[in-house]
């Protein structure tokens, strides 16, 4: 295949990685002021080929997708797909009942109420709480945002699942490839098939 007159090497197959990312870095392929990636963590084959899939604060760690399939990344990210992702928080206190249905009915914040969430209380304080929250949308620091407009501060965020993959026992800092079945199922998730309807 060839670009602007260019020979291009066009990869036989996809290729799909999940990252357990750790604090610290910043989800990016390159950073300006020469801060620290998540791209230092693949190996370096990979790193001109593969972009992450949507972003996680550097503060924040778990599941982050990497992938060079852009149709695939363009459906899991577009708001109209209302893919699910679940996150693990750790937050001051413990959130009362009222807290939680807040929570799940919406929280009003600057940019406007936030759409009903899935939430479970997974471990109860003093002095702080462990909750489950599942989002179908994606604001700038939502998570934390939400949980600090309820009055009770996000102390650790980890997400855990995108859709229907999960982080599972995968170490920090570590990543794998996903298997086939792993693909397909992200695919159905995100309703790719759709006679190749891109909306």
Not at 34 to 39: F, H, I, P
Not at 104 to 130: F, H, K, M, N, Y
């Amino acid at each position: 295949m060839r670009v602007d007159g260019k020979l291009l090497r066009v990869p036989a197959e996809s290729l799909y990685v999940v990252l357990n990312k750790p604090p610290g870095l910043l989800t990016a392929r390159r950073d300006d002021f020469g801060r620290r990636t998540v791209m230092e963590l693949l190996p370096e084959p990979w790193r001109s080929r593969l972009f992450p899939v949507g972003r996680l604060d550097k503060d924040t760690t778990g599941l982050l997708l990497f992938t060079d399939d852009g149709d695939l990344a363009y459906r899991l990210l577009h708001p109209s797909r209302h893919v699910p992702k679940t996150y693990r928080v750790q937050v001051a206190q413990t959130p009362s009942d009222h807290t939680l249905r807040r929570l799940r009915s919406g929280v009003e914040l600057q940019d406007g109420l936030t759409a009903p969430a899935e939430v479970v209380l997974i471990r109860a304080g003093p002095p702080c709480a462990e909750v489950e929250i599942t989002l179908r949308e994606g604001r700038n620091r939502q998570v934390r945002r939400m949980f600090q407009a309820v009055g009770h501060p996000v102390l650790a965020l980890a997400r855990v699942a995108v859709g229907p993959l999960r982080l599972g026992d995968l170490p920090l800092g570590q990543w794998r490839e996903l298997e086939a079945e792993e693909v397909a199922a992200l695919r159905a998730a995100c309703g790719e098939g759709e006679g190749g309807r891109r909306d």
